[in-house]
Nanobody, 127 residues
Framework: VQLQASGGGSVHTGGSLRLSCAAS????????AGWFRQAQGKEREFVGA??????????YYADSVKGRFTISRDPAKNTMYLQMNSLKSEDTAIYYC???????????????????WGQGTLVTVSS
């Protein structure tokens, strides 16, 4: 599966953005998929993920974004979304979408759990 992330941009503190991750080649709902981000000078960190449809499609999030970010999918468009609300300056980063060939029963919060990655899209939050 090939992934392409888009939707990044600049926003003020408290604002919202919606990132998209368009998949091609295979049906995205067959995969567990997620979002990671990497701020300048920092390691890539888990943002949230959604289980494959065959495992219920549940979502889970890092504590830092819980209650503010929401992951969803549109099977008709073969696209995953990351809705980001109440943005903070510390949310500034390059955001990456990813998909996993294998399914783990536990939470898939490590970058190496995922096989496929899209290019990043930059989100900048300023006051």
């Amino acid at each position: 599966v090939q992934l392409q992330a888009s939707g990044g941009g600049s926003v003020h503190t408290g604002g919202s953005l919606r990132l998209s991750c368009a998949a091609s080649g295979r049906t995205l709902t067959r995969y567990s998929a997620g979002w990671f981000r990497q701020a300048q000078g920092k390691e890539r960190e888990f943002v949230g993920a959604i289980r494959r449809s065959g495992s219920g499609g549940a979502t889970y999030y890092a504590d830092s974004v819980k209650g503010r970010f929401t992951i969803s999918r549109d099977p008709a468009k073969n696209t995953m979304y990351l809705q980001m609300n109440s943005l903070k300056s510390e949310d500034t980063a390059i955001y990456y979408c990813c998909a996993a060939e294998r399914h783990l029963a536990g939470l898939m919060t490590r970058a190496y759990d995922y096989n496929y990655w899209g290019q990043g899209t930059l989100v900048t939050v300023s006051s």
